[in-house]
């Protein structure tokens, strides 16, 4: 299995400041033949399901705010969110699906200092 | 607007088989795309279950694969998860979420259900 490790595992962050957060996988999730990265990021506030919010690493989904971006290597991934909002306070997981089993990282929790 | 809506028993004795539905609208399963199952246990992360294509092919997470069961009856438009000999370990947030082909990112997800299993 390829194993999907976040780091930091919580992050407090001020209002209107940069969060980022880390997603390094066992292995590289870069297919060659097209060049994409099999990566996925989710937003998951309380009570609710996972969000989608990058796809093909840096990939934003439709209506995903421009705050939010990724980018990364084949096996080192970054989650940028620009300008932190109190809306954004969640819970985020990075998703490999370059192979099954698909597997997540374990996630990191942002918060507001 | 796709929405999938889980549904079965909050709660399952030990050693006894866990069933879930996944109910889709606004798609018709039987077009296209790959159905999944994705748990979470109480306060911890993501794992993927399994997923099944409208065709009935199955691909399943193989640290569950000797117990689990995904069927789909597009008639009914709807999918199901059997998980059978649960322990308290399988307590947790059962999803199910859409993805069009196998490796794939999810896309639209249902609420969840809790599913625990006590005595």
């Known amino acids: 299995d390829i194993v999907m490790t976040q780091s930091p595992d919580s992050l407090a962050v001020s209002l209107g400041e940069r969060a980022t957060i880390n997603c390094k996988s066992s292995q590289s999730v870069l297919y060659s033949s097209n060049n994409k990265k099999y990566l996925a990021w989710y937003q998951q506030k309380p009570g609710q399901p996972p969000k989608l919010l990058i796809y093909?690493?840096?990939t934003r989904e439709s209506g995903v705010p421009d705050r939010f971006s990724g980018s990364g290597s084949g096996t080192d991934f970054t989650l940028t969110i620009s300008s932190l909002q109190a809306e954004d306070v969640a819970v985020y997981y990075c998703q490999q699906y370059y192979t099954t089993p698909h597997t997540f990282g374990q996630g990191t929790k942002l918060e507001i200092k | 607007q796709v929405q999938l809506q889980e549904s079965g028993p909050g709660l399952v004795e030990p050693s006894e088989t866990l069933s879930l539905t996944c109910a889709v609208s606004?798609?018709?399963?039987?077009?296209?795309?790959?159905w999944g199952w994705i748990r979470q246990p109480p306060g911890k992360g993501l794992e993927w279950i399994g997923s099944?294509?409208?065709?009935?092919?199955?691909y399943y997470n193989p640290s569950l694969k000797s117990r689990v069961t995904i069927s789909v009856d597009t008639s009914k438009n709807q999918f199901s998860l059997k998980l059978s000999s649960v322990t308290a370990a399988d307590t947790a947030l059962y999803y199910c979420?859409?993805?069009?082909?196998?490796?794939?990112?999810?896309?639209?997800w249902g609420q969840g259900t809790l599913v625990t299993v006590s005595s």
């Open positions: 099944i294509y409208h065709s009935g092919s199955t």
């Open positions: 606004g798609y018709s399963i039987s077009s296209d795309y790959y």
């Open positions: 979420a859409r993805h069009l082909v196998l490796n794939y990112y999810f896309d639209y």
């Open positions: 093909w690493a840096s």
